[in-house]
């Protein structure tokens, strides 16, 4: 009898714990098998052809069962155009009959990573054979993207997982504040998120199979003509390299006003990668805290809308010497004779809830890192990670302060975006709005 109770306990332990977990997980090169552009910075005047290192997209099934169950994605690029993220997302839909909340699709937004089409090509002077590549490239990550999800969801076992947080403190705020404004520098008493959420993925008898982990800091050591994954990229690889056959895979947070510090030069991002690394593999030997489902996924948009559309403002930069505005002038025009919508934005706003465990909050764009600091102060009671460049990344999204201090982030970086910003005032509460109601339909019944 007595036996009978003890293996009754230890089964309601292993059931109530751990045992309805099944994870995949699969990783592919992307890295670009022809000369390409390299997006994020407009100083680069021709295609890449070189490689310091390959970049992944990497995916991880988590289900209980088909109901409780979250796709993850990460790619060590820019940032999925809407249009990629739009194809991606309809496929994996019609495969797997998942709802849209139970994909989320993320990227490192690494500066040394292709162009994906249609997102920043203003940015640079493109041939007809560029622009060719740059298609076949953003079909073939479409593709590549399905791939891994598929080979994750054929991978299906056991497993347990554990959340832990560990901290690293390169990411510096990089508004600095001078007599002519806001300008992109190092602002050392600037807000700032250092820490490392850690999610850790075992197989029942204790073997490491993943680490999901974040950072909120702009992906951008190094600005070199060469495909890599910048610091996020060397994370990852340091992190699969101490531990053999795992798949390490990185989320950026809400980094971009953050950049990290020192940069420029190849050995700075591989020392960022490792410091990452190291609080990642800190929290892994760690302790840390079961994550047990239901998985709870909410998936909604919110408008985010610009400042009254000016033709004449637009009128006078179509004139101007910059080629940027021009270009981004004559977009904008022609749009607003053909009667286009360009008044607003859709933005995408995802929550991913195990249970009371663990939240991850994706947000798509750039987002600055008031957001995370300020959701985690709304969410006290939260183990939360509030993640950016989620689904796709469509512009820099400010808050109410950054938009009232000015600089790059809440208006230049339109300019290259192609859209009419600045965003109204309001941009901070309809997005904050949108958070509550993902966090309000992901809540577990206590
Ligand atoms: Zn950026």
């Not at 076949?136 to 598929?150: G, N, P, T, W």
């Not at 403190?169 to 007599?179: I, L, P, Q, V």
């Not at 975006?417 to 992901?442: D, R």
């Amino acid at each position: 009898m007595k036996r009978i109770l003890i293996l009754a306990f230890l089964f309601a332990e292993c059931t109530g714990l751990f045992a309805e977990i099944r994870v995949g997980v699969a990783r592919k090169v992307i890295t670009p098998e022809t000369p390409i552009w390299l997006s994020g910075y407009a100083s680069r005047k021709e295609p890449s052809t070189e490689i310091l290192q390959d970049i992944w997209a990497k995916a991880i099934v988590i289900e209980e069962n088909q109901k409780s169950r979250i796709i993850i994605v990460t790619t060590d690029i820019i940032g999925l155009s809407h249009e990629v993220s739009e194809d991606v997302a309809k496929r994996v839909i019609e495969k797997y009959g998942i709802d849209r909340s139970q994909l989320l699709l993320s990227s490192s937004h690494t500066h040394s990573g292709p162009v994906i089409w249609p997102s920043l090509i203003d940015m640079f002077e493109l041939s007809t054979s560029d622009i060719q590549a740059i298609v076949a490239y953003s079909r073939k990550l479409a593709d590549a993207v399905i791939d891994v999800i598929d080979t994750a969801m054929n991978n299906l076992k056991p497993m347990q997982l554990f959340i832990g947080h560990g901290s690293v403190d390169f990411a510096k705020s990089r508004r600095e504040f001078t007599e002519k404004g806001v300008v992109i520098g190092v602002n050392p008493d600037g807000p700032v998120d250092h820490d490392v959420p850690v999610l850790k993925v075992i197989t029942p008898d204790g073997r490491l199979q993943a680490v999901l982990f974040g950072y909120a800091c702009h992906n951008t050591t190094l600005s070199i003509n060469q495909v890599n994954g910048d610091y996020a990229g060397f994370a990852q690889a340091e992190i699969e390299k101490s531990n053999p056959g795992v798949v390490a895979m990185f989320m950026a947070g809400c980094g971009s006003d953050q950049n990290p510090q020192p940069r420029g030069a190849v050995e700075m991002a591989i020392q960022h990668g490792k410091s990452l690394a190291d609080a990642v593999q800190n929290v892994l030997t760690g302790e840390m805290h079961p994550v047990r489902p239901p998985i709870r996924t909410c998936f909604t948009t919110t408008d985010l809308d610009f400042l009254p559309f000016d033709p004449e403002k637009y009128m006078k930069e179509i004139m101007s010497n910059d080629q940027y505005r021009q270009r981004r002038a004559k977009l904008l025009l022609e749009a607003y004779d053909k009667g286009w919508d360009i008044d607003r934005l859709k933005y995408p706003v995802q929550a991913v809830r195990f249970n009371n465990d663990f939240t991850i909050v994706a947000l798509s764009g750039e987002v600055v890192v008031d957001y995370s600091l300020s959701v985690k102060k709304i969410y006290p009671g939260e183990n939360l990670f509030v993640a950016g460049y989620c689904t796709e990344v469509q512009c820099y999204i400010p808050t109410q302060r950054i938009l009232k201090e000015g600089g790059y982030e809440p208006e230049n970086s339109m300019i290259y975006y192609g859209l009419p910003g600045p965003f109204k005032e309001n941009v901070e509460s309809k997005v904050l709005n949108a958070i509550s109601f993902v966090m309000k339909h992901t809540r577990a019944k206590r």
